[in-house]
């Protein structure tokens, strides 16, 4: 059975760092994991996904050049770098699993609770 359960969330300042972490179980070669995110009267957005497989990864053009995902195989989570936060980041991150590698949400068939971020100016 797959579990994904987020942590990491948090309040920053503008400018500063958070790194949100997936616990993953019952993952296999297969599945993509992905981060989305939805702030308040949003559609929820995007952010970046990679393989669970590890490899090559893939960040919307927002977050580009300040986000980074990547795989702790010792931990098995799929983590979030963020930088230089903006308050536009603000929203509850969400890990998801599909087997799809794909930016839609509709593909990504396990979602954990989500972790709330919040970017004060």
Known sequence: QVQLVE???GLVQAGGSLRLSCATSGLTFYYNVGWFRQAPGKEREF?????WSGGSTYVADSVKG???ISKDNAKNTVDLQMNSLKPEDAAVYYCAAGFRATTRSTEY???GQGTQVTVSS
């Not at 952010?47 to 393989?51: E, S």
């Open 47 to 51: 952010v970046a996904r990679m393989p």
């Open 109 to 111: 068939a396990y979602w």
């Open 66 to 68: 300040r986000f980074t």
């Open 7 to 9: 942590s990491g969330g």
